[in-house]
């Protein structure tokens, strides 16, 4: 089983390596999430150290956040750039600020 682990890491980190850079926390985090979790989020931005993922509501983000510390030791096993904390956003929060700028370039 610990072959077939490290087998699917090797593949996982030559796939990652073939994108860009800032790139890579975004792609990493479907991996590193697993697939019930990365049903769920969507990773949006990764700037300064930051990666920002979008939860569906607040139970989610708790939960999410609780976990966090794990998720920055394993996206930092698959990055080569340097995550430094997993930000996780509600959907709607990320609209209302997307309409709060809308209204404020108007």
Not at 8 to 34: C, D, H, S, T, Y
Not at 81 to 102: D, G, H, P
Request: charge should be positive; hydrophobic fraction near 40%.
């Amino acid at each position: 089983m610990e072959h077939t682990r490290s087998t699917l890491q090797k593949v996982i980190v030559q796939a990652l390596n073939r994108l860009p850079p800032e790139q890579v926390p975004l792609a990493a985090w479907e991996f590193v999430a697993g697939g019930t979790v990365s049903a769920k989020t969507r990773p949006l931005s990764f700037a300064e150290g930051v990666l920002t993922v979008e939860v569906p509501d607040t139970a989610w983000r708790t939960q999410l956040r609780d976990m966090a510390g794990q998720y920055v030791a394993s996206l930092n096993q698959y990055s080569g750039q340097r995550i430094e904390r997993v930000e996780f956003v509600l959907a709607t929060q990320r609209r209302s600020e997307a309409n709060a700028k809308t209204q404020d370039q108007k």
